[in-house]
């Protein structure tokens, strides 16, 4: 990969992730890194930490094809739809391998991540008051307020080998511009040690394109970015393509059995060079109907 921060998505993945990584791939209802998720498969990264608030269909396809070891994280689904199976298979019946987890609460993985976007060792909450989940995480633990008395819980840190998110634009410096819902894209970036952003658009400056309550991530903290249109499928990406509801329910009857999961991630994903591939391979066989104009071009 060159110096210049805008790079392809198969570059990034190639310098910036490497086996035994801790990665978090972060989105918040829409802007989740898809695309970059397959092409961490496509390059067949191993023991990797998975960290994300909100596991889903991206992890599920990480873990399934044998790519994780553990993960972290406060809730693990199919939104909308039920179970994520492949997470769920690794972890009763170690298959494709044994997955190590380790469960927070959203309030606390969000206050983990500031913690360590702020250069502090540990995050301070008042939380799990009540809870069975410190009985089985010995990363959860309580402190008293030197001021008050109070009990307070506290967990260390999280600051991520490598943080990726998607994003609406990116300047050419690689300063990047999230608009829309916003959940911890920017706390993670700033945790993290290494950042991949993928976006649907490059544009010359992007103060020309700053919006009430987005957020500008600085060039000088990011690795690097990459141009990736619809790169948040099927998740939706704020002001440019909608949530693929029916790629979530159709993924629940391909993930539940563990040879159509193969089969389905051999054809659409291993078999593809990158993300406009892979959606011109679903359009193929009718799982997708709706594509950015770039993708389809």
Known sequence: MTTHKLCTLQEAVAELIHDGDAIALEGFTHLIPSAAGHEVIRQRRRNLTLIRMTPDLVYDMIIGMGGADRAIFSWGGN?????????????????????????????????????????????????YVGSDLPRYNPNIRFIECPF??????????????????????????????????VGV?????????????????????IKDHAQMNSVVLPGWVVSAVC????????????GYYK????F????????????????????????????????????ASGMIRSLPQEVRA
Request: one cysteine or more; hydrophobic letters at 40%; aromatic letters at 8%.
């Open 148 to 181: 008050t008395g109070e009990r307070l819980a506290c967990t260390p840190a999280l600051n991520p080998d490598v943080a990726v998110i998607h994003a609406q634009k990116a300047d050419r410096k690689g300063n990047v511009l999230i608009s829309g819902i």
């Open 248 to 283: 979530y329910k159709a993924w629940d009857a391909i993930s539940r059995d563990r040879d159509t999961f193969l089969e389905w991630m051999n054809r659409h994903v291993m078999a593809t060079a990158d993300f406009a591939e892979f959606c011109q391979s679903l359009a």
């Open 243 to 246: 949530r693929d509801n029916s």
């Open 227 to 238: 141009h990736v249109p619809g790169g948040a499928h099927p998740s939706y990406a704020h």
């Open 185 to 205: 894209q920017k706390e993670v970036v700033l945790a993290a040690r290494r950042s991949i952003v993928t976006v649907e658009e490059i544009v010359e400056d």
């Open 79 to 127: 939104p909308g739809v039920g179970s994520i199976h492949r997470f769920r298979d690794a972890i009763e019946k170690s298959w494709p391998r044994p997955l190590a987890i380790e469960e927070h609460s959203h309030a606390d993985m969000a206050a983990r991540y500031q913690a360590g976007a702020s250069g502090l060792p540990f995050a301070v909450m008042r939380g």
